[in-house]
């Protein structure tokens, strides 16, 4: 049989030969020939490109602080020229920068994270008010100085900063690669140094937790705390190796492309705060090391960068620009790294979900923590979904409680699900030491002297002292318990006093004068409860409780003879329901406030003989809302009356005044002085505009409108036009030892107009 014959025509020839099998294979070879060589065929375009072997680039960032911000603007340049980085090593900022590249980003976006990122919170580690408990908001609210306190000597914090605001972001935004342990695996491979504290060694970071590595590589010595990896304690890398060439060489880097942007050694007329001196101890031997690592790079990127700092964060747009100029002076060395066939354009990143599914929750037994009360602060249990956000809320309500040195974690994958694995430290200080000072018009002068002692008794306890010195002695002390998702517990017990002259409401005796509307007097209240609360629905503080109050109330302006105006015991149960979401307690933009208390007085030693069981009901809500940049409003309302006999006006409803601790029904309203109008019921309404003129700088104005009196409730006299009325304009400074507030208040009903002062944190 002869063999079948084929047929094959070639286009360009037009000419057509017989083929056998026998031949076949001589035929396919010069086929596969005719293939590679036409250059109108796509397929032989491609191996021709493929023939061509690219030198592989590697990318080496040194440490700056601010200054860093400079290689956003080479690597915008870099991808402008088509430059495909195939490894990346940085140290200290140049590894967040470079790790955040190296796990998808391009120039464009990390510009944008980087503008979007507050570096005052993160320098200073910001907790969001909202994670902190209501216990935690009013006691962190006070103190302007805390400081360690063991064997009867004070120390001072090891740092300013654990750096959780900055593992927060990192670990969002690095959620792509969160699974991912050899950095080598990385969308570009990548490596960053730290150093160890303790021997002064070189630390290689090419393994493990991405965020982690990041945050001990940038970890500067007294600004953040060291950060510990396989038992080696690490801080910043720039104090041994801020330029790493040679361990990306060792990657298998051809060219190297560095950019430089560490500071030269100064003069000692420019060694005048702390941190210049920090960063020249840093910079001593690493000038020196630089000079040979200068040599052996290809392509060196020097940004002028001298007339700004490690910590110019607010100059972060100018020190970009001069990344980008430096990266355009050697941009034909840049550019001769890219032919037509190797241009590379690198895509944006698409981010993952930011939903997590966590399965199991894995933390080490604590000595003086529960899990419960571990997992009450997590807001979370194993089995839910977050998202970021709420991964986010519940490490900073871990951090804000001060119990923990260190706070680390991440997300090991178990099937489709996540565990969540956390580290946490206990903090080793265990009693702190706190100051504050305080002026205002009822409590005069106060210097705040604190001792608070955590596990004085059981796990999750904290023990708090005030004590306050000045114009009026005044202490309060608390015991609390925690217990997460489950009931908490406390005790508290407080002393107020106060001398002033206040309205004769508070009286139910005559005076010497009755056409006088205030009487002075000597006010001391002494309070003491055992309570109990819980979350309830994961916003609100429900609790309640017993308390026991001894009230003494004199005045050298009665008739009588021991000047006496009460001098009893009571004996109440009281209850209560509470929200706090205000973002700043004193200037709030955002949030919602609502408070409701209900208490009931059971019995009295009565000195005045006329006591009956009666009952107290309060209510108040606020909110407030930014309006456009700097300009917030803030909107309140409150109301309270009295249930059943109306037997002693002691618990009156006294309004006046502004900027003193609040105790009992004590209350603020404008343009009337300190607790100068009284009711056993009373409504009430404010409005604060609120603008930020610049940082932490406020001018305001307020009005308030209030119907107050005797049981204005049983008739129609609290929806009527308001009876009282009053207005201020302020200028508020945030400052250290709290806000400093001056008000000028009148009201169209009073002949006079009233100048308050409140200085510092309210106590």
Known sequence: MRPKQLSILNKQSKFSFPMTIGNYWTVALALISILV?????????????????????????????????????????????????????????????????????????????????????????????????????????????????????????EALSKGMYNYNLLSSLT??????????????????????????EEVLLNKGNLVQAMMASAAFPSLFTPVEIDGNLLVDGGVVNNYPIQEVRNLGADIIIGVDVQDDLMKRKNLKNATRILVQITNLQSIDKMKSKIKDTDVYIKPDIRDFGVISFDKGEEI???????????????????????????????????????????????????????????????????????????????NATQNFSTISYC???????????????????????????????????????????????????????????????????????????????????????????VTTSISNLETQNPNVNLINVDFLDLTNQAYFQTIFVQKFLMGGGLEYKYLKINSPTLSNNENIIDKSNYMSVFGYLKYDSFDNKSFPHSGLYFSSDLQ????????????KPFSIAKAEVAFAKTLFRRATVKIGADAGFNIGSDSVPFFNFILGGYGYSKINNFNYFYGYDFLSIAGNSYIKSTITLDYEIFKKNHVNFSANYANLGDDIFGTVD?????????????????????PIEIKQSWSPEMSKSFTWFSIGFLF
């Open 37 to 157: 060589f036409n250059p109108q065929n796509t397929f032989s375009q491609e191996i021709k490109k493929d023939s061509v072997k690219r030198p592989k680039i590697g990318l080496v960032l040194s440490g700056g602080g601010a200054k860093g911000f400079a290689h956003i603007g080479v690597l915008k340049v870099l991808e402008e020229a088509g430059i495909k980085i195939d490894f990346i090593g940085g140290t200290s900022m140049g590894s967040v920068i470079g790790g955040l590249y190296a796990s998808g980003y391009n120039a464009s976006q990390i510009d944008s994270i980087f503008k979007k990122t507050n570096f005052d919170e993160l320098i200073n580690d910001y907790i969001p008010r909202s994670s902190k408990n209501f216990y935690g908001k009013k006691n962190d609210e006070l103190y302007a100085i805390v400081l360690p306190f063991s064997n009867f000597k004070v120390g001072i914090p």
């Open 175 to 200: 959620r792509n690669v969160r699974h991912i342990r050899d950095f080598n695996k990385l969308p570009t491979p990548f490596l960053c140094i730290g150093t160890n504290i303790e021997t002064g």
């Open 320 to 398: 970009i620009r001069k990344g980008e100029e430096a990266a355009f002076a050697v941009y034909e060395k840049i550019k001769s790294l890219v032919n037509e066939d190797n241009f590379y354009k690198k895509p944006k990143l698409k981010l993952a979900t930011d939903t997590i599914e966590i399965k199991k929750i894995n933390s080490e037994l604590l000595d003086n923590y529960t899990k419960e009360y571990i997992r009450g602060k997590l807001r979370f249990k194993p089995g839910s979904t977050i998202t970021y956000d709420d991964l986010k809320t519940g490490i900073n309500n871990l």
């Open 411 to 501: 997300l090991q994958p178990d099937g489709k699900q996540d565990d969540l694995d956390l580290v946490l430290k206990e903090n080793p200080t265990q009693t702190y030491l706190k100051l504050g000072l305080h002026y205002d018009g009822l409590y005069k002068s106060g210097i705040l002297l604190n001792l608070t002692h955590k596990k004085t008794f059981l796990k999750n306890d904290v023990t708090s002292l005030d004590v306050i010195l000045g114009d009026n002695f005044r202490y309060d002390l608390n015991y609390y318990v925690e217990n997460g998702f489950n009931i908490s517990f406390g005790f508290r017990s407080r002393l107020n006093q106060f001398n002033r002259n």
């Open 600 to 611: 009931t007085y059971l019995a009295s030693s009565d000195y005045t003989n006329k006591f």
């Open 718 to 738: 609290w929806i009527s036009m308001p009876k009282y009325s009053g207005y201020a304009v302020g200028y508020g400074l945030e400052t250290i030892i709290g």
